[in-house]
């Protein structure tokens, strides 16, 4: 039988990753925000990278594959590691540090895989720094949306475990 906790953190991460369907600017999703979500809150280490793998994975299908999708997920997955330490100490300083933190990390990785398996920038120190600089106006709103979309799914979990304790000592 499926738990409130597992299924109230699962429904934050559905919703947060159905947004993704909608029309937004470039880079302003909610990636980086369901990543940290998920390893702060999920106590079963499987289910901080299953249950949104499986998500993100699902509206990848609809949404389309990219050469990048490795680096993606890749991202995704140490950025479940840096929500794995927020555990226990959720506040509001750790969340926007591990959002800054996330993104940048999101950031670099990314940047790195469209230079090495692309061709529209020289393979040279150079060519990856160019790279980077084309991607800060893209990153503005990663950082943006890593902010919002963490502040609304912590939120919305802080706010419902006050309001029903089960939540806080049931495992997900």
């Known amino acids: 039988m499926l738990k409130p906790r597992f299924l109230t953190i699962t429904g934050l991460i559905l919703l947060a990753v159905a947004s993704r369907l909608l029309p937004h600017p470039p880079n302003f999703a909610p990636i980086t925000a369901i990543a940290l979500f998920g390893g702060a809150y ?29 680096a993606v997920y890749v991202g995704f997955a140490l950025i479940v590691g840096i929500g794995f330490m927020l555990r226990n100490r959720i506040s509001i300083t750790g969340i926007i540090g591990a959002s800054l933190g996330g993104s940048v990390l999101f950031f670099l990785i990314t940047n790195f895989s469209v230079w090495l398996t692309g061709a529209m920038y020289p393979h040279t120190a150079g060519g990856l720094l160019t790279c980077f600089a084309a991607g800060i106006p893209f990153f503005q709103y990663s950082v943006i949306s890593t902010l919002v979309y963490s502040s609304i799914m912590f939120g919305a979990f802080e706010l419902a475990k006050s309001k029903f304790p089960e939540l806080s000592t049931v495992r997900a």
């Open 42 to 70: 999920f106590t079963r280490k499987w289910a901080a990278f299953v249950v949104p793998f499986i998500i993100m994975f699902v509206t990848d299908l609809l949404l389309g594959f990219h050469t990048d999708m490795l």
